[in-house]
């Protein structure tokens, strides 16, 4: 198993070299003057010059290349034209909001996904297998951010003066507000990576609510997060349930499942421990390949909820021609997906020996 | 003497049948098939007779109407004396009935060319790789390790800040994004038809490499493109709504279904019809391309049934 790890690792580092070139070509392919792109046509040659030579856009695409991968290590990923911020600031800010969304979104679209899928393989051929089926074919087919609206119009306004009524914008209601961590934990002068951490993890809303106690803050930021964690989930948990029914059709009838039916086993155990064991394999495959769509919806559904997170981020980073923010935010996304795809390689790993020895 | 006839009569009536009918019949007596058929012929149908269909331009102001207003339809009571606006007016006072029908033709146009684009450079990519193999075979299909390690919206999103916003930026965009899958499936189909005995036969008879590529191994690919083409034009409509609504994609005053969302997004609760109908006509068109693409897999490709039904 380890040396299955270690060999993933190891064909890990050609795609994310490939990777960083890409997002190091973002700025370097842009058609024109990169100068006037970026600053604007206002921009004085005596500005420009500054410019170009401040983020070494002279030298040759060899010597910018290294410099950069240089500052990657080093956690330099330059500062924002727009905020005259660091990059890696604007991260710790953004990011915990879309992982905590992402995180919400895979955790519904996983367990709603296997349990419909479940159900309708069950009820193979029956009504509710129907249906099931049909809510997963018009799911895959919405759009993410219509799915948002009009999750947002329902439960804001048709379901104003009920208990279920949930928040359609924003990330908590106005009046709350988490604590800064490092003030917390009385954590002075903090640098480098500690402070980034202690920063990232401050800005995850959640868990900050968790760590300092406060159950006002935690429960008002779920509710918050509800709506746009099933818009987003909603294609993912589509895809999951289809990829479960056929998975566990495709198994249910195997010899071995006779087997354990004639041995007079009940037949929830058969479906649970023998069953599903074998069935999860393809499932597993899916949730990593969503990953991906769950990335994307997130950035979609974020403009939808008006949450500052990082697809908005980077949206407006686009529009602004902010380009040091788009590099350092489509590194960071990309590292992450790559990264759940290994998580995913190594459990499909752990799931079936035969991969491992291959 | 009977059963001889009887055996010519099926052969024959087997051989009246071209591939491509019978593959049509089968798709027809296919649920999801038959469905996407459906969905997907009569959205061909609007967007061919859309001039006819709308009532009014697309991009046409309607100064006298006020703007946002509900639908006006007259069979569900609205005075006759008012103008017919199906889905109401928009926010800059245009007809959205108009507007939602000829956004069927740029979304067709968006799903097909894409789709033609990246399935074109994909197989180019995945058979040069193929026949190539060594150093060349090595840095492509490196290459599209690289593309497939962005979520593909997001590498979408990367590719149109390089280029610039706009449509055709964001179609060559979404092209760009869906090449790796292609170049893999062609790849693979090639790998592993290339040395089969009727290639070899070929070569041995003289036939000359473009020949073996385009009219031996090639036509094996075919199957499952047609397939993952079909499945990828609903992503490609898909993405670019995305990225029309993000403002990055379709400019303004363009009937775009995705734009029209966006525009519109801020009046959702006190405008809801401007953003449910556009909603309503993209999830048609994805789900009528899902369902023909589904029924596809089925039928034309029995190794992949898994997922159907």
């Known amino acids: 198993m380890l040396q299955f790890i270690a060999r993933r690792l190891l064909l890990l580092l050609p795609v994310m070299l490939g990777v960083v070139l890409v997002t190091f070509l973002i700025v370097r392919l842009i058609p024109g003057d990169p100068c006037i792109t970026m600053l604007g046509e206002r921009a004085t040659p005596a500005k420009c010059e500054a410019f170009l030579e401040r983020y070494g856009l002279n030298d040759n695409l060899g010597v910018q290349f290294i410099r950069y991968l240089e500052n990657l290590v080093k956690g330099d990923f330059g500062d924002s034209i727009r905020f005259t911020r660091p990059v890696t600031t604007l991260i710790a800010e953004r990011l915990p909001l879309t992982m905590e969304l992402t995180l919400l979104a895979m955790i519904f679209s996983t367990t709603v996904g296997v349990l419909l899928g479940v159900i309708s393989a069950l009820k193979r051929n029956t009504i509710i297998d129907t249906l099931t089926m049909i809510i997963a074919n018009i799911g895959v087919s919405m759009p993410v951010f219509w799915l948002g609206l009009l999750l947002a119009y329902f439960f804001a306004l048709t379901l104003k003066g009920t208990p279920f009524v949930l928040p ?28 980034f951490l202690v920063e990232l993890m401050s800005n995850t809303v959640l868990v900050n609510a968790l760590i300092t106690g406060d159950w006002a803050l935690f429960w008002d930021s779920f509710r918050h997060l509800i709506l746009p964690a099933v818009a987003v989930g909603t294609i993912p948990m589509s895809i999951i349930a289809r990829m479960t029914r056929s998975s566990l059709l495709e198994v249910v009838g195997l010899d071995y499942i006779r087997a354990a039916r004639a041995k007079g086993m009940t037949e929830s155990r058969v479906i649970r421990k023998h069953a599903m ?15 991906g769509s769950l990335l994307s919806g997130a950035v979609l559904t974020e403009t939808v909820f008006n949450l500052p997170g990082f697809g908005t981020g980077l949206v407006s980073a686009i529009l602004a021609r902010d380009y040091p923010v788009v590099q350092g935010f489509t590194l960071v996304i990309a590292t992450i997906f790559v990264l759940v795809n290994l998580i995913v390689d190594i459990s499909y790993a752990y799931l079936d020996p035969r991969i491992r020895l291959e | 003497m009977e059963n001889t006839s009887e055996l010519t009569e099926i052969v024959t009536q087997a051989s009246r049948q071209s591939p491509t009918r019978e593959a049509l019949r089968h798709l027809w007596r296919h649920s999801s098939g038959k469905a996407g058929i459906i969905i997907l012929g009569l959205l061909i149908l609007i967007a061919i007779f859309a001039p006819v ?8 102001l309607l100064k006298t109407e006020i703007r946002r207003d509900t639908p006006c339809i007259h069979l569900l009571g609205c005075p006759a004396e008012r103008e017919q606006h199906l889905f109401g007016i928009d926010g800059n006072s245009r007809d959205l009935f108009s507007r939602v029908i ?3 033709r740029l979304s067709l146009q968006v799903g097909v060319t894409t789709m033609a684009f990246a399935i074109v ?11 190539a193999g060594g150093w060349l075979d090595n840095i492509l299909m490196r ?4 593309l497939m390690a962005f979520p593909s919206l997001l590498l979408a999103i990367a590719i149109v800040s390089i280029l610039g916003t706009g449509l055709i930026n964001a179609l060559l965009a979404i092209g760009i994004v869906s090449i790796p899958r292609f170049a893999r499936l062609v790849r693979s189909t090639v790998l592993t038809v290339k040395d089969l005995e009727f290639v070899q036969a070929s070569r041995a008879m003289g036939a000359s490499g473009m020949h073996i590529l385009f009219k031996r191994i090639l036509p094996n690919a075919v199957t499952p493109l047609i397939v993952q083409g079909t499945l990828g034009i609903a992503t490609a409509i898909l993405d670019a709504a995305a990225l029309s609504f993000l403002g990055l994609g379709a400019e303004p005053p363009r009937p775009e279904w995705g734009l029209m969302l966006g525009e519109e997004k801020n009046s959702i609760f006190s405008a809801p019809h401007l953003v449910i109908f556009p909603g309503i006509a993209i999830m048609f068109t994805v789900l009528g391309f899902n369902l023909l693409g589904d029924g596809l897999r089925d039928i034309l490709d029995p190794r992949l049934t898994r997922a159907g039904k």
């Open chain 2, 102 to 104: 000829f956004g069927s």
């Open chain 1, 277 to 291: 064991r074998n069935a999860l394999i393809p499932i597993v495959t899916i949730i990593g390949i969503e990953t």
């Open chain 2, 53 to 60: 269909i709308a009532p009014y331009d697309p991009t046409q």
């Open chain 1, 168 to 195: 359609p914008s924003g990330r908590f209601s106005a009046g709350l507000s988490p604590v800064d961590l490092a003030e917390f934990w009385n954590l002075e002068n903090l640098t480098g990576m500690k402070a």
């Open chain 2, 121 to 131: 450079i994909g197989t180019l990519i995945g058979a040069v790789s193929a026949y």
């Open chain 2, 143 to 146: 290459t599209m390790d690289v």
